[in-house]
């Protein structure tokens, strides 16, 4: 019998999910969640996703909290380069895709139900980094030197020694939690 892995680290596609995953998933098991957005971003400004974290700052409050977590833990979010040094720490990874079309209709609903149509239109205060973030977005699966791509992830990808769950499909929450949840059950062949 497999023992379920206890360091779970979620990533993949903007609007893909992972954090509502993360979120889901951590609560389901009784895990402290993360979300690397929390450490990339100062995420106490009152204009959100303006100023960067330096990576040394990145991976200091990260670690200082998954060392207050212990063994047990969900974290979701990109950190291909900045976060490699967790990587040893992982007993599982998730990579979330799905098609560009239907991740930015996913992002358009989440981002106005969360600051309001009038910040996100044209004229508010969130208009440009908003479209900004749409153009990135749509770009995730294009081959090019961007730092974050599908292109990157996936090599990244590659080279996590623990085993990894790929869900590339557009399937309820619940079904996606099971599809994690199964893997103990399963044993470590989790590439699908």
């Known amino acids: 019998m497999s023992v379920f892995p206890q360091r779970i680290h979620l990533f993949g596609a ?19 969640f993360f979300d690397t957005d929390d450490y990339y971003w100062f995420t106490g400004d009152e204009l959100p996703y303006k100023r960067k974290r ?8 990260l670690g200082h ?17 900045w976060g490699d040094v967790f990587i040893p720490r992982f007993d599982l990874a998730v990579c979330c895709w799905l098609p560009a079309a239907l991740r930015l209709e996913r992002i ?17 205060d969130l ?26 992830e996936l090599e990244w990808l590659n ?10 499909e557009d399937r309820d929450l619940e079904w996606q939690v099971e599809r994690i949840l199964g893997i103990g059950n399963r044993g470590s062949s989790t590439h699908d």
């Open 159 to 168: 080279g996590l020694p623990c085993p990894v769950l790929r869900l590339e």
């Open 14 to 32: 903007p609007g893909s999910g992972v954090s509502t995953l993360g979120r889901t998933l951590a609560a389901r098991l009784g895990y402290p």
């Open 54 to 61: 330096n990576p040394d700052h990145r991976r200091q409050l």
């Open 108 to 124: 358009r609903k989440r981002e106005t139900a969360r600051y309001g149509p009038e910040r996100l239109a044209e004229g508010g």
């Open 65 to 81: 909290d998954l060392d207050r977590a212990g063994e047990q833990w969900v974290l979701s979010g990109s950190m291909c380069g």
């Open 127 to 152: 208009h440009l980094v908003f479209e900004k973030f749409l153009r990135w977005a749509a770009d995730y699966d294009l081959p090019g030197d961007s730092w974050r791509s599908r292109d990157k």
